[in-house]
């Protein structure tokens, strides 16, 4: 194995951000890495192909929630962009949970996935050109993957796994609770409810620069990849809606912003 690995190496150094390791191996290479189990070969980044298992399993990361979030600190310096990007975070776990996946793992596309922004602030740029930066500090690859994904009409990349399609369902709907929160007088997004939400979807002056064609979609895409079908608009914006009102205080959507006028 170790023999056909050696043999495939330039075509793994080859490989791009987001690629499926056995897909830039040679057929035969691949088979023998199913037999043999793990293998790990160390190419500048880590590249390990395991055997595959039925069932889900937890990816393992280098980076941890502290990092990222000193990530988000130096390259983030707009408040609301880090409200944003907390509240997609919070999303992301709740449906990890909801579906049997890895919360860290989610948590870390939420928290990382417009990172970039002020740096790179346009789609032709945003998230491709910041992916490397994460990379080198230790994002997993699903992480990257769906971070691209994003965006897939700048990066090229498309949606394929749950963490994909929910990111981008879940990013712009946070928009619309986050609005729903700041129009009340006591700024606490723990007094939100979905009928409120509702009832001004239709209403272009809120929550203005939400995108509800897209919102729809996404919503509509994440449901076909992972509800078979089963979730509807206001299904997936109640849930949104929960996991924000459970995240309420680091949102600094719990009053506070009432209370100091």
Known sequence: VLQGLAMARGVVEKARIGSDV????????????HAAGEVTMDLGYDLTCRRRRAGRRKERTAMDRSSAWGIVTEHVA???????????EAAMRFYAGKLGEDPELWGL???????????????????????????????????????????EEGTGVARRAAIDFALLACDEVTGLVIA????RPSKDVRDVELKSIQKRWKEKSFAAGVDRPHVES????????????????????????????????ELE?????????
């Not at 959507?253 to 006028?261: K, N, T």
Request: charged share 15%; glycine share 10%; hydrophobic share 50%.
């Open 22 to 33: 056995e897909r830039c191996l040679p057929k035969s290479v691949v088979l023998e890495i």
């Open 109 to 151: 596309a939420g928290l990382l996935h417009d990172y970039d922004w002020e740096i790179h602030p346009t789609l032709e740029a945003h998230p491709k050109a910041g992916i490397a930066l994460l990379s080198a500090a230790g994002a997993p690859e699903p992480v990257l993957q769906a971070i691209l994904s994003h965006n």
């Open 78 to 88: 707009a408040a609301g962009l880090r409200r944003h990007m907390l509240a997609v």
């Open 253 to 261: 959507l719990d009053g506070r912003m009432a209370s100091s006028g």
């Open 218 to 249: 996404a919503t509509a895409d994440f449901s076909a990849a992972c509800f078979a079908g089963g979730l509807d608009l206001w299904q997936h914006v109640g849930n949104v809606l929960t996991a924000m009102q459970g995240a309420a205080a």
């Open 180 to 183: 729903a929160a700041l129009v």
